[in-house]
């Protein structure tokens, strides 16, 4: 078991960082990356992509969102003021530093944030390092801070319904190279009449703060007045192969 707590090795993590962007990939094509591994390249916009790289959310994919993994769990469902627009702006946009002031105020390090790039298949995708440090679960494995890499990917359907997916791989603690935890935000406007789904006070970053946080009054679109949004968070653990402490991991993620 000694052997078990070793930090993960230089090869390790850079194939832990390849796992991780080649699972989103595969998240997004039902299993398979037609890059054959390895990062999803970025797309080379022949078709006005130079634009659409400068103001992501004016990119519309067609059709509706693909359907959740088998194994997600729902965490939250909450009703927030807005529109799925504000939300983009407020929390993923390139301008914007909530994502990394929520980092750094819960104890993270080292943080690095990319800007979106038109992805080669679906909408856009950025990467997200930063070193954590362990808690939970996990803090009695020895370790006590482990680099974490995060694949992200966003597209706007029609509708204004967005989809917002995370791929994360913890690259120093024991058995990291052998799951990813993946999240799911699924946003669209609310209906004109439609019953409300609480006022966003789940807690953590979808609840209180993210609803301080989305602005109160926006453009109406002909749908619900004042604009609200409808919001649902999606927790998954992906295995690669067999580990004995999955119960366990999957714990430390909660």
Known sequence: MAAATRP???GAKAAAVKAAASAAARER?????????????EC??????????????????????????????????????????????????NESDFLADVLEEQGNRRIDI???????????????????PIKGAFSNWGVSHTSCFVSQRFCRYEGDVLLYEAVQTNMDIPYGDCFT????????????????????????LAGGALAAAVP??????????????????????????TCLFKKIIEAGTQ
């Not at 992805?119 to 997200?128: C, H, N, P, S």
């Open 8 to 10: 993960m090795s230089a």
């Open 29 to 41: 094509n039902g299993g398979g990356n037609r890059n054959g591994g390895g990062s999803e390249e």
């Open 44 to 93: 080379d916009d022949d078709d006005g992509g130079a634009d659409s790289a400068s103001d992501p959310w004016g990119h519309v994919e067609p059709g509706s969102p693909p359907p959740r993994q088998k194994g997600s769990r729902l965490l939250l469902a909450c009703e927030l003021p807005g529109t799925p627009e504000d939300f983009f702006n407020v929390l993923l946009a």
């Open 114 to 132: 990319t800007t979106w790039k038109r992805a080669e298949q679906l909408g856009f995708i950025r990467d997200v390092q930063f070193t954590s």
């Open 181 to 204: 935890v993946n999240t799911r935000w699924e946003l669209r406007p609310a209906l004109a009449g439609e019953p409300g789904g609480g006022d966003g006070g789940g807690g953590g």
């Open 216 to 241: 109160d009054a926006s453009a109406a679109g002909g749908l619900a007045w004042p604009p609200r949004l409808k919001a649902e968070m999606y927790l998954r653990v992906a295995f690669s192969r």
